[in-house]
């Protein structure tokens, strides 16, 4: 079975920092893309940071320069930096990739790991 997991979520000060974790487990034999999403209460879910495999990343206007996405490709995890936390990043963080299993390829999300910064 092949699933996303996150961690590394909780209450934070503003002006704080936090880590996010993802691990991509099960029989994955490649991955495109691991990336981090989030969605706030009443609002759409939207992209956080996307790394491609062995391409670029891209971040959302709102984060860059305060976020960083990472990659440890050998134990197939990404990971989310977060500084300098603002009462409008409070969100639930979903970890989100493109996984090949099986002999198949399909999109999978995490379960969402929430994130609350007080002001």
């Known amino acids: 079975q092949v699933q996303l997991v996150e961690s590394g979520g909780g209450l934070v000060q503003a002006g704080g920092s936090l880590r996010l974790s993802c691990a991509a487990s099960?029989?994955?034999?490649?991955?495109?893309?691991m990336a981090w999403y989030r969605q706030a209460p009443g609002k759409q879910r939207e992209l956080v940071a996307r790394?491609?495999?062995?391409?670029?990343?891209k971040y959302a206007d709102s984060v860059k320069g305060r976020f960083t996405i990472s990659r440890d490709n050998a134990k197939n995890m990404v990971y989310l930096q977060m500084n300098s936390l603002k009462p409008e990043d409070t969100a639930v963080y979903y970890c989100?990739?493109?996984?090949?299993?099986?002999?198949?390829?399909?999109?999978?999300w995490g379960q969402g790991t929430q994130v609350t910064v007080s002001s």
């Open positions: 989100n990739a493109g996984l090949g299993y099986s002999g198949t390829y399909a999109d999978h």
């Open positions: 099960g029989p994955i034999f490649s991955i495109s893309y």
């Open positions: 790394s491609i495999t062995g391409s670029s990343t």
